[in-house]
């Protein structure tokens, strides 16, 4: 489903970031990539969004060579993937409901199906009652669970998270990693990048580790190890 | 496609609102801007106008001789009138009519009354009165035609070389006006253009981390961009409907008071006459600035 073959990713004049980076994940898989800040996994990701043209090497999403398309494809490549980041980013001029509204307005859904999703989903997640709360009245755990809404209410093939619980305190965090188990376990392929032990090694599944821009270990049940 | 351009439309009005600080200071600038174009156009018509008021007081005059009859100076006229396109004015003032336009103006000054009946005769001459359409250039031209040889056995004498310096002097100092005017209003709107384009850059970079956001979901570049234009045509709406009804009310209540300082200047008819084109600078101005500025800075976003 992903197909990540010899990927290097130099920043000019002579920052390596990825080397030589090659790795396969296929569908309904949990796939967790650890490293070191600054190891190469947020770089990792934008390769995978199309933000960043690898130097050397190809991405694939779905058979479609990320770095080839058309912006239209890539566009709606961009839409089967749900991305949640540590800063959360969501739309701090909108509200909860139109946070999640946006992503099924981006692709064109109508005004039905959206007023009947967008509730459903933020029952789902816990935000029923903050519906017309504009992100900066939620608190950090609040926000991250809207920013996962977002990515799940078009039902994605993929939900990649970067850092997700970096600014989550203990409680938050483990409802948030439940929350991606329970998603994977409805048959989604998750993608998570941590830098966090515990998650990791409670998480028991498989573990990509970079170091210094190289995959250093590619294990089916993994441990961090770093 | 519909339902996008309604959700665009929806998204941009929302956070018109939303934002109205942002929103309030980019119809402000954008009200300058259009107010400076629009006083540069007035600008331009009073000093066609002053301009016009002036080249009106200038002319040459051909005095003809004695003896030359009616129906000679009146041919002259008519063949002058068709070898020059520049002439605006042409008129014949017979020998009486001179005499009775000298008694009139100076009916009150016995010196001149007395000096009359003492020459006991019409002193004056018959002439032709011309006054052309520009540049002394033009006037000199009419000048070398009436003294040539054609013409020289009627004429007595054309009056160009003693009018000359002013002549020139006066369209000098029109035409610098002019460009000084033109000048300082195109320096004074560019500026306001700059300052509309750093405003609207302002709103749109609050919005920055949203727009990257945006791209990440997939948003097409269209649906990024359509509220933010969209936004930037509402504020040049706005600002347009304000400096309209500016103009209106101030060329209206003001017009009796220009008129003293500009006698047969009305701006409230020069507004009304020149109506389309005021709609179209103030518009252009307004929404075409509004949406150029919009859709140039979102683009350095959706590039990155």
């Known amino acids: 489903m992903i197909r990540f073959k010899n990927v290097t990713k130099i920043y000019s004049p002579n920052t390596i970031v990825l080397q030589d980076v090659s790795f396969e994940v296929e569908k309904g898989e949990f796939v967790s990539i650890v490293g070191k800040s600054g190891a190469g996994k947020t770089t990792l990701i934008r390769l995978l969004l199309g933000f960043e043209t690898p130097t050397s090497g190809e991405v694939y999403f779905q058979d479609i060579n990320v770095n080839e398309t058309s912006a239209q494809r890539l566009q709606e490549m961009r839409r089967k993937i749900g991305s949640i980041f540590q800063d959360y980013r969501l739309f701090y001029g909108k509200t909860v409901y139109e946070n999640v509204a946006y992503i099924l307005s981006v692709e064109g859904k109508e005004n039905e199906e959206i007023d009947r999703e967008v509730p459903k989903i933020l029952d789902i997640i816990g935000l029923s009652e903050k519906i017309n709360n504009f992100p900066n009245e939620l608190s950090g755990g609040e926000q991250q669970r809207l920013a996962i809404a977002r990515a799940l209410v078009n039902y994605p093939d993929v939900i990649v998270a970067d850092e997700p619980t970096g600014n989550l305190d203990p409680y938050n965090t483990y409802e948030v990693i439940s929350l991606l188990e329970k998603i994977n376990k409805a048959g989604k392929t998750v993608i998570l990048s941590t830098h966090d032990r515990e998650i990791i090694n409670k998480l028991g599944k498989r573990v990509i580790t970079i170091e210094n821009g190289k995959v250093v270990r590619d294990e089916k049940k993994g441990r961090f190890i770093i | 496609m519909l339902t996008n351009f309604k959700r665009i439309i929806k998204f941009a009005f929302t956070d018109f609102w939303r934002n109205k600080g942002i929103s309030l200071a980019a119809v402000f600038v954008l009200v300058i801007t259009i107010m400076l174009a629009t006083g540069l156009f007035f600008f331009q018509g009073i000093t066609k106008y002053l301009v016009s008021q002036v080249q009106d007081k200038i002319d040459i005059t051909a005095y003809f001789k004695e003896d030359a009859s009616e129906e000679d100076i009146l041919k002259i006229r008519d063949e002058i009138l068709k070898m020059s396109p520049d002439i605006k004015k042409i008129e014949y003032v017979s020998k009486e009519d001179a005499l009775k ?188 600035l509004g949406i150029a500025a919009s859709f140039i800075v979102v683009r350095k976003y959706l590039r990155i």
């Open chain 2, 101 to 288: 336009v000298f008694t009139e103006k100076h009916k009150d000054n016995s010196v001149f009354s007395k000096a009359l009946e003492e020459v006991g005769q019409n002193p004056f001459l018959p002439s032709l009165n011309i006054t052309t359409t520009g540049s002394a250039l033009q006037y000199e031209q009419i000048s070398n035609i009436l003294q040539t040889e054609d013409y020289s056995a009627f004429i007595d004498k054309v009056d160009f070389s003693q009018k000359k310096d002013t002549i020139e002097k006066v369209f000098a100092i029109t035409s610098n006006i002019n460009a000084f005017g033109l000048i300082l209003g195109v320096i004074l709107v560019i500026v306001a253009i700059l300052v509309v384009f750093n405003t609207i850059k302002l709103a749109v970079e609050s919005s920055k981390n949203e727009i990257s956001t945006m791209r990440i979901v997939g948003a097409s570049n269209w649906f990024i961009r359509g509220p933010f234009i969209t936004q930037g045509a509402i504020y040049g709406l706005i600002a347009f409907i304000i400096c309209f009804i500016f103009s209106i009310l101030s060329t209206y209540f003001l017009s009796s008071k220009i008129g003293v300082i500009l006698p047969g200047f009305n701006a409230f008819r020069y507004f009304l006459s020149n109506f389309w084109i005021f709609i179209l600078i103030q518009l252009g101005f307004g929404i075409g």
